[in-house]
């Protein structure tokens, strides 16, 4: 999402950053990572791509990590950019890494509005093609991509973000909405449980908090499991902010969402030290992008809460991941304004633990 602004805190933040008191778990000497202290919770996730593979971030993600999901490498766009020609590289490399590894792999994702290349929705003479074709074609690159990881990715986002944005409208008016309407839907998990009927299904979305959406994503799941498609659950994106959700928000969602029967995966987590925006934006006069000691506390806070409301929850929740390494690199970066640093994981630009890691771990419950 643009280029990486760098920006260095002064040394005594740094040293700050790492003092643990007494009480608290001292990383330096410590070798657990978040995976084992989530060991009897649920697993522990990060999305990373191929520059991840071959830095120094390697030891990171071994140690605090056992799931991960290709933040790019296995959308439709980067898989098949044209009809009929895969490119398997580096969604090969990053399996093989896992496998080395001892680290399970979620797929993300089999059908989106975003990232789908053009050839899909036309014809050869340019026109728009007809529902059957269009269908035909999602049926060949989803059976084309689970088959050849069946066995080697256990959970699939399946349709990432099909409720409109619009309080006042239901699904989005996507090319996948206009050419099939809603069976588009239930025809892409079919054909992911043809494929490979022991990967969990799941329906991938953002602001699944806000009552509004989560409503709309309610009736979504609800006709889904009333019509017997093989879904198994939904990922929160949980691209959320140091302003929400609220901790009544976040519960309502996965108590109306776990009513249906399924299973909760926090699917994509950062915690922005900015307000939730989706729109692009230039960066405004005198805008800060400064990670303050107060705007740190805030996110410290925020974290503390929603892991605590995971663990509450992990009867439903099978899975928390978060979205991108460390501060050093973030989607956020850059979005949804141009030139802004952003500051929303647990780790620093070094790689190193920020006091919400402390704040994740340090639990009693």
Request: charged fraction near 25%.
């Amino acid at each position: 999402m643009g280029s990486v602004l760098w920006i260095y805190f002064p040394l005594i933040m740094m040293l700050n950053s790492c003092k643990s008191p007494q009480n608290m778990v001292n990383y330096s000497s410590d070798q657990r990572g978040l995976k084992d202290f989530y060991q009897s919770y649920f697993s522990i996730g990060v999305a990373l791509g191929m520059k991840d593979l071959a830095g120094n971030a390697v030891p990171l993600i071994k140690k605090q990590f056992n799931s991960i999901t290709a933040e790019n490498a296995m959308k439709m766009a980067s898989l098949q950019p044209r009809e009929g020609v895969f490119y398997w590289k580096e969604a090969d490399s990053i399996i093989n890494f896992a496998q080395r590894n001892g680290i399970k792999v979620r797929g993300h994702n089999l059908c989106w509005h975003e990232q789908a290349p053009d050839w899909l929705f036309k014809d050869h003479e340019g026109k728009e093609v007809t529902k059957t074709v269009l269908l035909q074609r999602l049926k060949t690159h989803i059976t084309a991509v689970v088959s050849r990881y069946k066995g080697k990715i256990y959970a699939w986002d399946v349709v990432n973000e099909a409720i409109d944005d619009d309080p006042k409208e239901y699904l989005r008016k996507s090319k996948w909405f206009q050419i099939c309407g809603e069976e588009f839907i239930v025809k892409a998990f079919e054909y992911a449980h043809e494929a490979d009927p022991d990967a969990k299904l799941f329906y991938n979305d953002y602001n699944t908090e806000r009552p509004e959406k989560r409503e709309r994503i309610y009736k979504l799941l609800k006709s889904l499991k009333d019509k017997g498609v093989p879904i198994d659950g939904i990922g929160l994106q949980a691209h959320w902010s140091v302003q929400e959700p609220g901790e009544d928000e976040l519960r309502t969602a996965i108590e109306s969402y776990s009513s249906l029967g399924l299973n909760i995966q926090l699917t994509e987590l950062d915690i922005s030290i900015y307000p939730w925006e989706k729109n692009k934006r230039a960066r405004r006069p005198g805008e800060s992008d400064v990670f303050t000691p107060e705007l740190e506390k805030a996110q410290r806070d925020k974290y503390a809460m929603v892991f605590k409301i995971f663990r509450q929850y992990k009867n439903v929740i099978t899975n928390v991941t978060f979205w991108n390494i460390s501060d050093r690199y973030s989607w956020l970066d850059n979005y949804p304004v141009a030139g802004r640093k952003n500051y929303p994981l647990l780790f620093d630009g070094h790689f190193q633990p920020k006091k919400a890691y402390q704040e994740v771990i340090n639990f009693k419950d």
